[in-house]
């Protein structure tokens, strides 16, 4: 048994699903292609390149709160099934 079939059904114990042998070949040629591709990678000279979790920056986008007009209380309850109090009642679904 090769390591690349040992790491496959390593894998695929760890993920908790049963493999059949036809499986383990097709995903061993899989991962083969995968840790190829790695390697290239891994020759590739990243010295002065600034680790990134993107290809471009993503940043936060955050509107100022501000209080704007809404429905009046009666006219949001006016639809509700069940209400009390100015407020909608729900069925408990937590003990």
Do not use: C, W
């Amino acid at each position: 048994m090769s390591s690349e079939d040992l790491d496959v059904e390593y894998v695929a114990e760890l993920a908790r699903i049963r493999l059949t042998p036809e499986e383990v070949a097709t995903f061993r040629s899989q991962l083969g292609h995968v840790l190829e591709h790695v390697a290239r990678l891994n020759r590739l000279n990243v010295a002065g390149v600034e680790p990134t979790a993107h290809s471009f920056p993503i940043y936060n986008v955050f509107r100022a709160d501000e209080v704007k007009p809404s429905l009046p209380r009666e006219e949001a309850l006016a639809n509700a099934p069940r209400q009390a109090e100015g407020l909608f009642l729900v069925t408990k679904v937590l003990d």
